[in-house]
């Protein structure tokens, strides 16, 4: 495998969860990413008020950019630090409510209403509790999931789209062999497998 020694790898939500609470987020960039800018006529494809979701979100700025010009976000993160520092950082007054079909999940709302972030893991959200969307932000999901979840991931992105949707991915391009991950390196050849 090109995947060198990262195919074994796995990080545990614990890890997660560690990263945020000493403060390691090197993966958050305080500027909207340049991608996002540059090919946001390709994620909205001249539509206006998407559902564009985030997986693995963190506290990604671009939430509030695509919010504030009228979409609605839905995004998902096991860190419920990052989550209120999200709301916080935007001076984004916000409610909190118990997710009922996922036991031990919160989704925080901002009080506009227009910003849903589900605290859990991203393998208990269905189209069933979140619906589909119209557009998805991946900047940082498919290269921090396990390698070994890589399908898993994928096809619950897959159910989680309309049909005429729009999917942005950002990966990283390195020689798996000298760094263990994450972000995991993923070969063009897997993105074209899982995705078609």
Known sequence: ????SQKERVVTEEEWLQKWEMGNIG???EQGHPLLQKYLDVLLNGR???RIFFPLCGKAV???WLADMGHSIVGVEISEQAVKEFFSEHSLPYCEEPVPEISGAKMFQSTSGNISLYCCSIYDLSSSVVGKFDGVWDRGGLVAVNPRDRQRYASLMINLVEKNSSYLLVTVSYDPNKHKGPP???PESEIQSLFG
């Open 1 to 4: 495998s090109d995947l060198g």
């Open 27 to 29: 993966f958050h960039k």
């Open 48 to 50: 206006s008020g998407l």
């Open 62 to 64: 671009e939430m509030k």
């Open 184 to 186: 995991f390196y993923v």
